[in-house]
């Protein structure tokens, strides 16, 4: 065919008759075939490219340590009869430091709960450097007391036929870095290391160096939005996790924040090894049931659960999420978690983990222990936990209230009682969650009975715990309750939920004020627990209206002591010992952990 077009006085000619080009369907398919071949071998070489540009991010921070030690000063040698032995060890070890674990703790600063498990679990890493190992236990031996083997030029006499010597090596080997989104200053290290000291009275062996990574540059990642809260920040989690790793990339990696998303990120693109510290689990099968049942709450408003549709939008949500959730926790080599109710729920979700370890963490019962239960003691009672919305600081003003008037007040007018909340406030909406219960105790009449104690130092905390007489903790399913065990540490008899680590691994034995044979029984109570205003307030009646020298409070306080030894630092750096010694091992970097 021929299409002759006249424009301005010339005549273009355009031929028109070549063939179209029909393809059959072999020929469809193959050209797929090609074309997905084509993507998976580019995500392949990106993938590859990925991996090894982190392997040379290793490499270089290993040859950064090999030459610092090479221009370190030789040991001094020691003389007498182990010469020859403290010669050889006199010679610098070229590989200090060069297998590296890194810590995923952007507000490692701060001075809370998690910080302690991290600062903690550090000071453990430290003394295995020198040597200083758990051993395991055998069922034989299992009641009897582990011992600690210390010898810190021997570290194959460490533990006898239980540590091969590829982890003793890694061991002997090791250097800490720590991810923080903390601004960078003169004498950084030794202002953390001087506050974990003050804050916790923890002392990292100066034979371990601690390396600190500062990424205030992405600190924004971490902002929380509105709205799609558990995916926005995951993402920012997994953005943050892969700018640190181009930093420094550990051969093991260690989450303590909950970040699981950060796994993938870790193990997947970087090649880690893999380990977690969970204080609670991001989503549980207890936030779906409150959505299903549509109960208000903190994160659920009134909005959402007066609306069905929105309710089941809200569910396919969460079901989503749980799912992405239990395949990147799977991920893990390691993990540890905090209280048996936080295992039970991990366990649930990442259906492809191995073996789900319950640590406790670390309290520090053994100062709390000094301050005296045969001490006359206030009729105050206090509560410990940071303002954050789920502790429910609004049910401790209500059960207070309640309290009061009881039999016309009589705990107000004989008792002259009082209510102390203690904690600390992160920033502009916890102070503005102070003033709304600081309104909420003026509408109930409590005002003049209610003090808040806020951001104060420890010594404060532990003068109010040498005065107060009980405890009061409302979290509903409080994964652990740190706060709990410290009350009771202290010699308060204390309150806690009816729900969560309070329930299933701390109070075991709530005491019923109605059994006279409180002293004779063997599985004796070591303090309470409600589930509402009205149980709090009876609860707390009971306990105030016996005198707090009497045997039966000094029975139950001297058991709530006995109860929170299980939580001591010691127990913690045992089991996290023993515990770490696992990803350690020298071996093929699998998907799964049940993959060996």
Known sequence: QLCTIDSDSKSIELSLNRPIIMLDQEQILHLTKATLLAGVTTLLLVFHQIRHTFHETREAFVAFQRKQNREKPPLPKTKGKKS??????A???EDDGTYI????????????????????????????????FMTRRTKTSRKEKSSVVSNSNDLTAAVIGNIDDARLVNCRNLSVVVYTVDEPSVNYDKKVMEKVR?????????????????????????NKPKRLTMIAESWGTMKLAWYALSVVTPHVYIDTTGCAFTFFVAKILAGCKVGT????????????????????????????????????VK?????????????????????????????????????????????????????????????????????????????????QLQSFAKLLELNDGVMKKVFGVKLVLIGSCRGEDDQERVDQLQTLARELGVQDDVEFVLNQPYPVLKDYLRRASVGIHTMWNEHFGIGVVEMMAAGLVTVAHDSGGPKSDIILRPWDFKDVSLLDRDDKPTGCLASSAEGYATALYEILKRDASSDEILEIRENGRKSAERFSDEVFMNAFKETILSVFKNRPRLIFRWQE
């Open 91 to 93: 010679v610098n070890n």
């Open 198 to 222: 003050e804050r916790f009275s923890i002392v990292i062996p100066s034979s371990l160096s601690v390396h600190f990574v500062h990424l205030h540059e992405v600190k924004d990642f971490l």
């Open 277 to 312: 510290y969970v204080h609670y689990p991001t989503i549980s099968t207890d936030m779906l049931s409150r959505v299903w049942e549509r109960r208000p709450s903190y994160n659920n408003n009134s909005q959402i659960t007066t609306n069905p549709l929105v309710t089941y």
């Open 101 to 132: 674990v890194a810590f995923f703790h952007p507000h490692c600063s701060a001075g809370g709960g998690g910080e302690r498990v991290l600062w903690k679990s550090i000071e453990a890493l430290g003394e295995m450097k020198e040597g200083k």
């Open 315 to 395: 569910l396919f949500y969460y079901a989503v999420f749980a799912i992405c959730y239990g395949f990147v926790g799977s991920l893990a080599d390691l993990t540890m978690v905090n209280s048996s109710w936080t295992k039970g729920h991990i366990q649930y979700l990442w259906k492809l983990a191995g073996k789900i370890h319950v640590v406790f963490p670390p309290v520090d019962t053994k100062s709390l222990k000094d301050l005296s239960s045969t001490t006359e003691r206030e009729n105050m009672i206090i509560s410990i936990g940071q303002f954050r919305p789920e502790k429910d600081h609004a049910l």
């Open 84 to 89: 020859k032995k403290s010669a050889k060890d």
